[in-house]
């Protein structure tokens, strides 16, 4: 996933795959979905993000793993 945030227009982008986007869904007011042909989650647009959420708790981010599943994953 990667994040984009235009500070000049208080836009955030949330961009989940690679794929290129085929259609927009408004889910709500400045809450767009950008699909994929085959009807994939693509990203995911804010308008006016600062007015609808805490924008630290996206521009900022740490990662957790479990023990169990570190492990794993390293062997």
């Known amino acids: 996933m990667r994040v984009y945030y235009d500070d000049e227009v ?3 982008y949330l961009r989940l795959s ?3 986007p085929e259609g927009v869904i408004e889910i709500s007011e400045g809450i767009n979905i950008d699909m994929s042909s085959e009807n994939r989650i693509v ?6 993000a600062s007015k609808k959420m805490d924008l630290r708790t996206v521009l900022s981010y740490s990662l957790e793993f479990e023990k169990e599943l570190l492990s794993k994953k390293i062997a």
């Open 43 to 48: 990203g995911i647009e804010i308008l006016d």
């Open 18 to 20: 690679d794929e290129t």
């Open 10 to 12: 208080d836009a955030l």
